[in-house]
């Protein structure tokens, strides 16, 4: 009788971050993007955080999901009426005086916008651990890559662990690497389009990030053959939580910090 085939050697690096992400600091429990979110987040025991960068018009970085600012600011009421509602066309110094918290609820009244730095230094002074979405401008995508990898590679310096950047937009991955190649990239994806392994691959990422609903054992199998973690956004079901635990993906970005525990295998 032949001797059992040896088992397969796993090509996958190591990695240093929680499986359980909350998604914009805590969520929907807290106006997304703020210093509140990240601490409510805290408070329900999570210990990394995913958050949206882009660039003011003089090239801050600074947290924010969409390209304008109405839905989560009070821009309209603050800024000229004849001025741009696109976060990017406006100086650091206007976007610091807009209130960020007040469409969430009034506990949250007079939240500002953070800056990367602002956000850097929370997590570092606390141990946590970042998922920077780099979040362009239309049409800013490189340059946005380039000043956030800029900065983090700065804010970061000398730590253990580093923060690892995601995006859509592949020429903002590949601004961040020209600036911060140390610092680990992942490709986001909402559907697999055509050369997606190729693609990851070319921007020297170390994980893929999809839409959760994406996933099934052979795609698992094919990210990790390929050397690559497998994460997800934004799962928010037990159902959904349990199969990507049971597919033995590596990361479960989530709204729900009240419902899931970080603490779960």
Not at 82 to 87: E, K
Not at 185 to 210: E, H, K, P, Y
Request: with cysteine; charged share 15%; net charge negative.
């Amino acid at each position: 009788m032949s001797a059992p085939s040896p088992a397969p050697v796993s090509t996958l690096a190591p990695w240093p971050y929680p499986r359980w992400i909350a998604h914009r600091g805590a969520g929907k429990l807290a106006p997304e993007n703020t210093l509140a979110a990240f601490r409510l987040g805290a408070q329900h025991g999570y210990r990394m955080f995913e958050c949206d960068a882009k660039l003011s018009a003089d090239g801050v970085p600074f947290l924010m999901h969409d390209a304008t600012l109405d839905r989560t600011t009070n821009a309209a009421q603050v800024l000229s009426t004849t001025a741009s509602n696109t976060g990017g066309d406006h100086p650091w110094s206007a976007l610091a005086q807009l209130d960020a918290g007040s469409w969430h609820s009034r506990t949250h009244a007079g939240e500002p916008l953070p800056t990367l730095e602002n956000m850097a230094r929370y997590c570092i002074a606390n141990g946590f651990f970042l998922n920077i979405e780099i979040k362009p401008t239309p049409g800013a995508e490189e340059k946005t890559g380039q000043v956030v990898g800029e900065h983090a590679a700065r804010l970061w310096q000398g730590q253990a662990v580093l923060p690892l950047f995601s995006s859509f937009q592949p020429e903002a991955l590949a601004g961040a690497r020209a600036t911060a190649p140390h610092i680990p990239r992942a490709l986001l994806l909402d559907t697999l389009r055509n050369g997606w392994l190729d693609l990851a691959r070319q921007l020297g990422c170390v994980a893929i990030v999809c839409n959760h609903a994406l996933w099934d054992a052979a795609l698992v199998a094919q990210v990790h053959g390929a050397g690559l973690r497998a994460l997800s956004y934004t799962v928010n079901d037990d159902w959904a939580a349990q199969r990507l635990i049971h597919l033995e993906t590596d990361g479960i970005i989530t709204d729900r910090v009240d419902f899931f525990s970080p603490a779960t295998p």
